[in-house]
C-alpha cells in the first residue's frame, strides 16, 4: 500500500512540472505533424488526373462542362476527412481527423457529410497552377472554423490509392458548409530524409466561405446546384 501511495505522489510530482507552455509546445508539435501528414495526402490527392477527372477537368485546368466548374467533393483516407468547394479552378480545402461520424451511407441511397471543427486545416488551391497556394499550415496556434452537414442524394464516388473521393451531384436543400480560417502563402516542403520545414510568410488573408444548396422547381426538395460564396481579404 505505501508503495502504491508512493508512485501516485510520484507521478502526481511529475504531472505538475509540466508548465502549461510545456502542454502547448506538444500541442503545437503535434498539430505541425498531422500537416504534413495532410500535406502528402493533398499533394497525392488533388494534384491527380483521377481528381481532374472526377470533377471534370481536363488536363489543361478547363472543365470539359461548364455546368460542373461549380461544386463540392469530399475525400477520405481513414485518417483525415477533407471536404474541398471547387469554384472554377480555385479549390478550397478544409480538412480534419477522421470521424466514422463523418460519412454516412443511408438505406435510401443517400450519403450524409458531417464535420465540425473548431481547428481545421485549410488551404487554397488554384488547379490551373496560376496562383501559388494559400494554407495555414503554417500558421502557429491557427483558429478557424468549421461546420459542414451535407446530404447527397446523387453523388459519384473514385477509388485512388491515396483515399475515396465523394463528388457530390446532388444535395438537399438544407445542407450547407460554412468555413474560416487565417492563411498565409508559407508552404511546407518535406525533403525525403529530412526534417519538414516552412518557408516566411510574405502574405496572410482571412479566408471565408459558405456553400448552401438551393431548391430546384420540382418540388422534391433536392437540388443540383450549389450557392458558393468565398473571400479572400
Known amino acids: 500500500m505505501k508503495n502504491s501511495i508512493l508512485i501516485i505522489f510520484v507521478l502526481a510530482l511529475l504531472l505538475s512540472g509540466c508548465s502549461k507552455e510545456d502542454v502547448s509546445e506538444v500541442q503545437e508539435v503535434n498539430t505541425f505533424n498531422k500537416a504534413v501528414e495532410l500535406n502528402k495526402l493533398i499533394e497525392k490527392t488533388f494534384q491527380s488526373e483521377a481528381f481532374r477527372s472526377a470533377i471534370g477537368m481536363d488536363k489543361?485546368?478547363?472543365?470539359?462542362?461548364?455546368?460542373?466548374?461549380?461544386?463540392?467533393?469530399?475525400?477520405?483516407?481513414?485518417t483525415f476527412f477533407i471536404m474541398g468547394i471547387f469554384e472554377g479552378t480555385t479549390l478550397y480545402l478544409f480538412a480534419e481527423d477522421w470521424s466514422d461520424d463523418f460519412v454516412a451511407l443511408m438505406p435510401n441511397g443517400n450519403a450524409r457529410f458531417f464535420?465540425?471543427?473548431?481547428?481545421?486545416?485549410?488551404?487554397?488551391?488554384?488547379?490551373?497552377?496560376?496562383?501559388?497556394?494559400?494554407?495555414?499550415s503554417c500558421i502557429e496556434g491557427r483558429i478557424g472554423r468549421l461546420n459542414?452537414?451535407?446530404?447527397?442524394?446523387?453523388?459519384?464516388?473514385?477509388?485512388?490509392?491515396?483515399?475515396?473521393?465523394?463528388?457530390?451531384?446532388?444535395?438537399?436543400?438544407?445542407?450547407?458548409?460554412?468555413?474560416?480560417s487565417e492563411v498565409s502563402n508559407a508552404q511546407l516542403f518535406t525533403p525525403p530524409g529530412e526534417d519538414p520545414y516552412c518557408t516566411d510568410a510574405?502574405?496572410?488573408?482571412?479566408?471565408?466561405?459558405?456553400?448552401?444548396?438551393?431548391?430546384?422547381?420540382?418540388?422534391?426538395?433536392?437540388?443540383s446546384e450549389?450557392?458558393?460564396?468565398?473571400?479572400l481579404r
Open 148 to 180: 459542414a452537414n451535407l446530404v447527397a442524394s446523387s453523388y459519384d464516388v473514385t477509388e485512388l490509392p491515396s483515399g475515396t473521393i465523394y463528388t457530390i451531384n446532388e444535395a438537399s436543400s438544407a445542407s450547407v458548409l460554412v468555413g474560416h
Open 60 to 78: 489543361n485546368g478547363q472543365f470539359r462542362n461548364n455546368e460542373n466548374s461549380n461544386g463540392v467533393v469530399v475525400v477520405e483516407d481513414g
Open 202 to 223: 510574405t502574405v496572410y488573408k482571412t479566408l471565408h466561405g459558405r456553400v448552401i444548396y438551393r431548391n430546384n422547381n420540382n418540388g422534391n426538395g433536392q437540388s
Open 115 to 136: 464535420a465540425h471543427s473548431n481547428n481545421p486545416i485549410a488551404a487554397v488551391l488554384d488547379l490551373s497552377g496560376v496562383n501559388p497556394p494559400l494554407n495555414n
Open 226 to 231: 450549389p450557392i458558393i460564396s468565398f473571400t
